[in-house]
């Protein structure tokens, strides 16, 4: 499969990607655990069906130390032992903001309390920006039709 467009190659996209993928910046220096970003965004990739992102995402956390069988059970994390409460908390958090046009009133209060339970107010703006960033990610790759397989980890930074 071929992307659909270079859209890095063209001024405008890559203006654009530019400017969102420096907004991104800022969570890497945030106190939001990496482990919990990488699954948030291997997550909300694997619901987006966003092939690259769920590619990128999963070498990432790879080379960051994440285990093979956690990552493997990210979309099965609910029925998984091995996630902590905190990343259970993020994983919904990730799920219902992804899903929004699926409910009708948005993102229940009581999956907010449980995330605010276990993150502070940098974290949770740390993980609220994270969701619509790696929403707004996947909604590119998924309409350009970006293949997945040929990600090097550490190729974006």
Request: proline share 4%; glycine share 8%.
């Amino acid at each position: 499969m071929d992307t659909r467009f270079n859209y890095h190659g063209n001024p405008i996209g890559a203006k654009f990607v530019k400017y969102v993928a420096s907004a991104g910046r800022a969570l890497h220096d945030s106190p939001l655990p990496v482990a919990t970003q990488q699954l948030v965004a291997l997550r909300a990739s694997q619901i987006n069906g966003c092939g690259f992102c769920v590619d990128m995402h999963t070498k990432d956390a790879a080379q960051a130390g994440e285990t093979a069988q956690r990552l493997h059970l990210v979309a099965a994390w609910r029925e998984a032992k091995i996630f902590t409460d905190a990343e259970r908390a993020a994983l919904e958090l990730a799920e219902q903001g992804t899903r929004i046009a699926d409910a009708a009133g948005g993102v229940p209060d009581e999956v907010w309390a449980n995330a605010a339970k276990h993150y502070d107010e940098d974290q949770l703006a740390a993980l609220v920006s994270l969701i619509a960033l790696i929403n707004s990610f996947n909604r590119l790759n998924v309409i350009l039709q970006q293949p997945a397989g040929d990600y090097q980890p550490g190729q974006w930074r």
